[in-house]
T-cell receptor
Framework: AQRVTQPEKLLSVFKGAPVELKCNYS??????LFWYVQYSRQRLQLLLR??SRESIKGFTADLNKGETSFHLKKPFAQEEDSAMYYC?????????????FGKGTSLLVTP | NAGVTQTPKFQVLKTGQSMTLQCAQD?????MYWYRQDPGMGLRLIYY???????DKGEVPNGYNVSRLNKREFSLRLESAAPSQTSVYFC??????????FGSGTRLTVV
């Protein structure tokens, strides 16, 4: 079955510290993985897609098929990075073809 | 280019009332989706429409109905609202080869 796991509900770091938001997945096939960010009470915004291999706002994420992980990293966190982050997998499940989300990690960057 | 537009942004219903959440996209996307977002649960798929004229149940369809009126519009109907349907509802659309685009959400409270 398709599953996305974000083990941390809340992650608190100091400004300037490195940050890593963990995401693990299970999927029998080639997954299409995303990171979405949601600032306070706003719409979800696409942050990264694994196939584009780009860096947005200093964030990067590498797909590790051996560990079935897609962790989000940033070397120096900024206060404006405080938000809710969702890892998501696009693929087939019992519910058809759609985006399946993890439960999210709330990132708090303190000065 | 408005992207994905949802109306209304806020709504308060009494238990048993009905209402329709509207969603429209102007990106000529084939696939459209309705999610609900609840604290600690992430986003869960309610219904989706892979193309005009087709709709399918997602993970949590009970208590909802949908209509894919045309390629642009995908509405979500609550026939008899219940307090358990208090949530934030997001509509999304997807281009075949690109990521998903989300609307700004509808915050629904059922009292």
């Amino acid at each position: 079955a398709q599953r996305v796991t974000q083990p941390e509900k809340l992650l608190s770091v100091f400004k300037g510290a490195p940050v890593e938001l963990k995401c693990n997945y299970s999927y029998s096939g080639s997954p299409e993985l995303f990171w979405y960010v949601q600032y306070s009470r706003q719409r979800l915004q696409l942050l990264l897609r694994h196939i584009s291999r780009e860096s947005i706002k200093g964030f990067t994420a590498d797909l590790n098929k051996g560990e079935t992980s897609f962790h989000l990293k940033k070397p120096f966190a900024q206060e404006e990075d405080s938000a809710m982050y969702y890892c998501a997998l696009s693929g087939y499940s019992n519910s058809g073809y759609a985006l399946n989300f993890g439960k999210g990690t709330s990132l708090l960057v303190t000065p | 280019n408005a992207g994905v537009t949802q109306t209304p942004k806020f709504q308060v219903l009494k238990t048993g009332q009905s209402m329709t959440l509207q969603c429209a996209q102007d990106m000529n996307h084939n696939s459209m989706y309705w999610y609900r977002q609840d604290p600690g649960m992430g986003l869960r798929l309610i219904y989706y429409s892979a193309s005009e004229g087709t709709t399918d149940k997602g993970e949590v369809p009970n208590g909802y109905n949908v209509s894919r009126l045309n390629k642009r519009e995908f509405s979500l109907r609550l026939e008899s609202a219940a307090p358990s349907q208090t949530s934030v509802y997001f509509c999304a659309s997807k281009h075949t080869n690109y990521g998903y685009t989300f609307g700004s959400g509808t915050r629904l409270t059922v009292v």
